[in-house]
């Protein structure tokens, strides 16, 4: 019987297995040619850099980020965390817990990594030790936030059961978990999940929390077959982007549109790769510089504006209810000040990338090239999205300051 999900992939196909990929680790210099090794250990560059956070000058922008009492209580994530802490062995803690301020939050990537990761890897734990893994990300991320990182998980094994490839790499758990900091209800502290096409860095700061970075993706972003039939990941991020997009006119497009196609002949070099793609932002990339580009909020119509909301809402609705109302609220008194940009066709199939560009909110969305599919050129069905907290609170760095200056001031 044909294969539902190829045959919906309109004639592309897997690509030869020819990256040095090895239980999830991917091998360098000199197996990888030297683009592709540079691009793909950003991180490790990254981390040897002192801290900024994203801006657009390079000077970060001071008071966006307030201390607050949001009323949520975040006793079961603590409950959960400590659950999960208290089921692992000596040695598994100590590769696993983190002090708060450790450099291991920057080293992420939505790749494979390059060098030792540091946490449990969670295909290697117990399923009773895992299951208390996803029950401290559902307490801490909404219902919305928590499937969409879970159908990316499964969507990663889809992947490799669709191309029979990378068995021991493209697999449902082939993530690296670590806790910073000690789970509590008054001190800050967090978690990471990292792996590919799943990057979460969660951090609890008094009753806030702070969702990010996060890089979610897919390729493709559905199963049709096998154990995960049915499996869908990132269809809102696509259709509240189109939708904005189509409510632009043509009259606005020179103040938005960077480019009417993706294609890689249309495109800078450095935008036209098939690691980053068009992203800007993404991992190894925490003190980017990034001056605005783009539409105005300012200059859309009340309509357009509901719509640029609505879009946003997309990427809010992963924090629990409470959070994402407190950065709904963050973001439209930013309304104005914010940029949209897009690339690409905006049909039914045409591939694209949009940004959302404020300053307490930073969203990517890209189509991107195949990887483990034999595409040369971006599709629709490869998505990889990020978010972060520009001017400095990425990882919750500003509210941490903020927390240590109030309550730590000899820190």
């Not at 789970?183 to 702070?210: A, K, R, Y």
Request: aromatic share 10%.
């Amino acid at each position: 019987m044909a294969n539902k999900t190829f045959s919906a992939l309109r004639g592309v196909g897997a690509r030869p297995a020819d990256l040095p990929v090895l239980d999830g680790v991917l091998y360098g210099e000199p197996l990888l040619p030297a683009v592709p090794a540079y691009e793909l250990s950003a991180a490790l560059r990254n981390v040897t850099q002192p801290y900024v956070g994203l801006t657009t000058d390079g000077t970060p922008m001071r008071g966006l980020y307030q201390l607050a009492d949001t009323g949520a209580n975040h006793k079961a994530a603590v409950d959960a965390a400590q659950a999960f802490l208290a089921s692992l062995t000596d040695s598994e803690r100590m590769c696993t817990q983190m002090p708060l301020d450790s450099d291991e939050w920057r080293t992420w990537t939505n790749a494979f990594v390059m060098w030792p990761a540091k946490g449990v890897r969670l295909e290697r734990i117990s399923q009773a030790k895992r299951d208390l893994v996803l029950d401290l990300m559902r307490e801490s991320l909404s219902e919305e936030g928590y499937e969409s990182a879970r159908n990316c998980m499964r969507l990663n094994a889809a992947l490799g059961e669709l191309i029979g490839l990378y068995t021991d790499t493209l697999t449902e758990f082939a993530y690296n978990f670590l806790v910073f900091g000690e789970p509590s209800t008054t001190e800050p502290w967090g978690w990471q999940i990292m792996g590919h096409h799943v990057d979460i860095n969660c951090v609890f700061v008094g009753s806030q929390l702070v969702l990010a970075p996060v890089f979610l993706g897919a390729e493709p972003n559905f199963s049709l077959d096998g154990a995960y039939a049915g499996t869908r990941a990132l269809d809102l991020e696509t259709d509240k982007g189109l939708a904005f997009r189509r409510s632009l006119t043509e009259s606005q497009e020179d103040a938005f549109l960077l480019s009417r196609t993706v294609l890689a002949e249309d495109l800078p070099a450095e935008l036209a790769g098939p690691f980053n793609g068009r992203h800007v932002g993404g991992a190894g990339r925490d003190n980017q510089v990034q001056p605005y580009e783009g539409i105005k909020g300012s200059e859309l119509s009340a309509d357009q504006q509901g719509l640029l909301l609505d879009l946003v809402d997309v990427y809010l609705s992963r924090l629990p209810g409470v959070h994402a109302k407190a950065k709904r609220r963050q973001v439209e008194d930013h309304l104005d000040e914010t940029r949209f940009c897009w690339r690409g066709g905006h049909d039914d199939v045409a591939a694209f990338y949009y940004r959302v560009h404020s300053p307490v909110l930073w969203v990517e969305y890209d189509n991107h090239p195949g990887i483990f599919l034999d595409n040369e050129e971006p599709e629709r069905f490869h998505i990889h999205t990020i978010v972060r907290e520009p001017n400095g609170n990425d990882y919750g760095k500003d509210l941490l300051a903020q927390h240590y200056a109030l309550h730590h001031s000899a820190r």
